[in-house]
């Protein structure tokens, strides 16, 4: 395998050549550095922290194990980016904001520790919207990534550079967190999968909290079969590859009146399930008055960063009165530093308003006898480079604990890549994953 096959390689690929002896561990983690060192800066900007060695070092020791015939895993030598907001010990844990970048992780996340058993090699952290706290990728400690289609172009986020390192082929696989899309907004905005499992499905833990009723870890690949292969390894489950009918229902309130270019390509990458198209013109109020990020922010970072001496400060009302964040953060942290808390009576009925509207859902399912739901992940385009992104869809899956994904549904006259999202039900991963590999079989976006 050469480099130039690296670039878009999948994970079977590079499994398969590994396997088949035709390059190695080292060779792999020497063309990810390539890649990044001759793209990112200036053009993609999407690393944060790089750790050549020690990738190299992994690398070497995933050798040694093929060479014994001891590999642990399909990930077993495969390059991989972890988002600046999950813990790599060793490595700072800065998301996105120059108040942060002391703070060195003493511990593994799990989904770190897993990545690790399955011989993932870690080569670096990807650069975020600052504390996850946004879809555009604004941070003080990196400035804006830029999108991989189009210059000028919002990336999307929060999960911004692990989007853009797979989009660019600098990794096959990297992590993110979704809290209200941060997963999938970035996978719409740069043609990739990305996947926000049930909610629980995966653990928080050494991550940098925005929700911890929100928050989830979740993959961005290229193609449905590193999906299931990903998705599969973090949760340790298996999804099934065929079963009961996909029945797809068409939201007709997600899409905005003047968007032609989105509408008709969500609608036309879900034609070949028959969709019936259905309104439920409350949604996306009800999933808005059900968002618990504001009554969660503020108390999470606080306990988070108790332990975190490193840190420049160690509240939110302290980041808000500092003035360091990236402009774009402003009126965000300010509003959630006065938030009030986990404590009020308000934050017990939007706990409830979660319930009810994810009964909501099943009602609706049952009653137009469908398992899953479609809808553009974002109704607008990604807008210009600093500007402010509206007209997302993918809080509807955060605010329920339903699983959601962004899958590829065509490029916009002006290149730039148009994502559907299907919603399911809680734990029918595998209603997504079926779903996005038949709209795959349709749909491949070319550079």
């Given at each position: 395998m050469q480099y130039a096959d690296y670039l878009t390689a999948s994970l079977s690929d590079l499994n398969q050549a590994l396997q088949r002896g035709e390059v190695t561990a080292r060779q792999l983690a020497d063309y990810a550095l390539q890649r990044i060192g001759e793209a990112d800066q200036p053009r993609y900007n999407a690393i944060t922290w790089l750790f050549a060695d020690e990738a190299r070092a992994a690398a070497e020791q995933s050798d040694k194990r093929r060479q014994r015939g001891e590999a642990w895993g399909p990930?077993?030598?495969?390059?991989?980016?972890?988002?600046?907001?999950?813990?790599?010990?060793?490595?700072?844990?800065?998301?996105?904001?120059?108040?942060?970048?002391?703070?060195?992780?003493?511990?593994?996340?799990?989904?770190?520790?897993?990545?690790?058993?399955?011989?993932?090699?870690?080569?670096?952290?990807?650069?975020?919207?600052?504390?996850?706290?946004?879809?555009?990728?604004?941070?003080?400690?990196?400035?804006?990534?830029?999108?991989?289609?189009?210059?000028?172009?919002?990336?999307?986020?929060?999960?911004?550079?692990?989007?853009?390192?797979?989009?660019?082929?600098?990794?096959?696989?990297?992590?993110?967190?979704?809290?209200?899309?941060?997963?999938?907004?970035?996978?719409?905005?740069?043609?990739?999968?990305?996947?926000r499992m049930t909610r629980g499905a995966l653990s928080t833990a050494g991550?940098?909290?925005?929700?911890?009723?929100?928050?989830?870890?979740?993959?961005?690949?290229?193609?449905?079969?590193?999906?299931?292969?990903?998705?599969?390894?973090?949760?340790?489950?298996?999804?099934?590859?065929?079963?009961?009918a996909l029945r797809v229902g068409i939201w007709q309130e997600g899409f905005a009146a003047d968007e032609d270019e989105i509408n008709q390509a969500v609608q036309a990458a879900v034609a070949g399930f028959a969709p019936a198209a259905l309104s439920w013109p409350e949604l996306e109020t009800l999933a808005a008055d059900a968002n618990i990020i504001g009554y969660e922010f503020a108390e999470a970072l606080a306990e988070y960063l108790a332990d975190k001496p490193q840190a420049q400060f160690h509240s939110l009302p302290e980041i808000a009165a500092s003035g360091l964040y990236h402009p774009q953060l402003e009126t965000v942290f300010k509003t959630r530093a006065v938030h009030p808390g986990t404590a009020s009576e308000a934050?017990?009925?939007?706990?409830?308003?979660?319930?009810?509207?994810?009964?909501?859902?099943?009602?609706?399912?049952?009653?137009?006898?469908?398992?899953?739901?479609?809808?553009?992940?974002?109704?607008?385009?990604?807008?210009?480079?600093?500007?402010?992104?509206?007209?997302?869809?993918?809080?509807?899956?955060?605010?329920?604990?339903a699983p959601a994904i962004s899958i590829p549904a065509g490029l916009s006259d002006d290149g730039v890549p148009i994502g559907v999202e299907l919603l399911a039900l809680r734990g029918r991963e595998d209603l997504l994953l079926r779903a996005a590999e038949a709209i795959e079989l349709r749909i491949s976006l070319n550079k």
């Open positions: 990930l077993d030598g495969v390059p991989v980016l972890i988002k600046d907001n999950i813990e790599v010990r060793g490595w700072p844990t800065s998301a996105g904001s120059v108040m942060l970048r002391g703070v060195i992780a003493d511990n593994d996340a799990p989904l770190v520790t897993t990545l690790r058993h399955q011989g993932a090699i870690l080569i670096g952290k990807t650069a975020m919207h600052e504390l996850a706290a946004g879809i555009t990728g604004a941070s003080s400690l990196s400035g804006f990534t830029h999108n991989f289609w189009q210059q000028g172009r919002s990336p999307g986020g929060s999960s911004s550079g692990s989007a853009v390192a797979v989009a660019a082929g600098y990794v096959p696989l990297a992590i993110g967190s979704d809290t209200a899309g941060s997963v999938r907004i970035p996978a719409a905005f740069n043609g990739l999968l990305g996947l991550i940098v909290p925005l929700s911890p009723s929100q928050d989830i870890p979740g993959p961005l690949v290229r193609s449905t079969a590193d999906l299931r292969i990903a998705s599969e390894i973090l949760s340790g489950k298996t999804f099934a590859i065929e079963g009961e934050y017990a009925q939007v706990q409830q308003r979660q319930r009810d509207l994810y009964q909501q859902l099943v009602a609706m399912f049952d009653q137009h006898n469908i398992n899953l739901l479609a809808y553009p992940v974002v109704r607008s385009p990604p807008v210009k480079q600093g500007e402010m992104q509206e007209g997302s869809n993918a809080l509807v899956s955060a605010v329920t604990g």
